[in-house]
């Protein structure tokens, strides 16, 4: 099966200017989720959106980090504006009923 | 929240021998620990994963372990190989409340020839 498609695979921007990315998960697969892996440690979870709808936002900066998945499909995370500290990994990953979860290659993201 | 430790950060071996790496988890309500290969520039991928309701599972040359008394659970791998090389990472997550992975900060694993 296809696996879970993200763009860019790297993005270099100037700190405060926006910046999205975007997320194909595994058809059929309910949920998606975002994470945020910064070098040498581990991926943190942003949002996990079950369908359309978020279940948990806990840890995603609101003030600048936004995602949608409007059709319960395809994702997208948004930075505006973004700083030198969200230079990171962003992972998307995908699941069929809240169980396995199967990641992307992810995004590198480098805010100079 | 869960907080997920991890330990050692790096782990050298020789090729043929076994590498074992050990996670502690504070939430006693988490029931499932999957383990995450990561390869330099590449994404995270399952190799094995363990649920509560069993203390041990074992496929070919890994196997991981589950203490829930003592809230740690480990990766145990044999008969290392080159291409073992990689990032590990342990998590913990509650199945049934989202499947909210929680992650250790991984062990860099080398395996020598």
């Known amino acids: 099966e296809a696996g879970v498609a993200q763009s860019p695979r790297y993005k270099i921007i100037e700190k405060r200017q926006s910046v999205a990315f975007w997320c194909n998960p595994i058809?059929?697969?309910?949920?998606l989720y975002w994470y945020q892996q910064i070098l040498g440690q581990g991926p943190k979870l942003l949002i996990q959106?079950?369908?359309?709808?978020?279940?948990?936002d806990s840890q995603l900066p609101k003030d600048r980090f936004s995602a949608e998945r409007l059709k319960g499909v395809d994702s997208t995370l948004k930075i505006q504006p973004a700083k030198l500290e969200d230079s990171a990994v962003y992972l998307c990953?995908?699941?069929?009923?809240?169980?396995?979860?199967?990641f992307g290659a992810g995004t590198r993201l480098s805010v100079l | 929240g869960e907080n997920v430790e991890q330990h050692p950060s790096t782990l050298s071996v020789q090729e043929g021998d076994s590498a074992v790496i050990k996670c502690t988890y504070s939430d006693s309500a988490s029931n499932y620990f999957p383990w995450y290969k990561q390869e330099l520039g590449k994404r995270p991928q399952l190799i094995i994963d363990i649920r509560s309701n069993v203390g041990e599972k074992k496929d070919q040359r890994i196997a991981v372990t589950l203490n829930k008394t003592a809230k740690h659970f480990s990766l145990h791998i044999t008969e290392t190989q080159p291409e073992d090389s990689a990032v590990y990472f342990c998590?913990?997550?509650?199945?049934?409340?989202?499947?909210?992975?929680?992650f250790g900060t991984g062990t860099q694993l080398k395996v020598e020839l």
């Open positions: 990953a995908s699941s069929l009923a809240g169980d396995i979860q199967y």
């Open positions: 058809s059929g697969h309910a949920t």
């Open positions: 998590a913990a997550s509650i199945k049934g409340g989202g499947n909210k992975l929680t």
């Open positions: 959106f079950q369908n359309n709808g978020v279940v948990d």
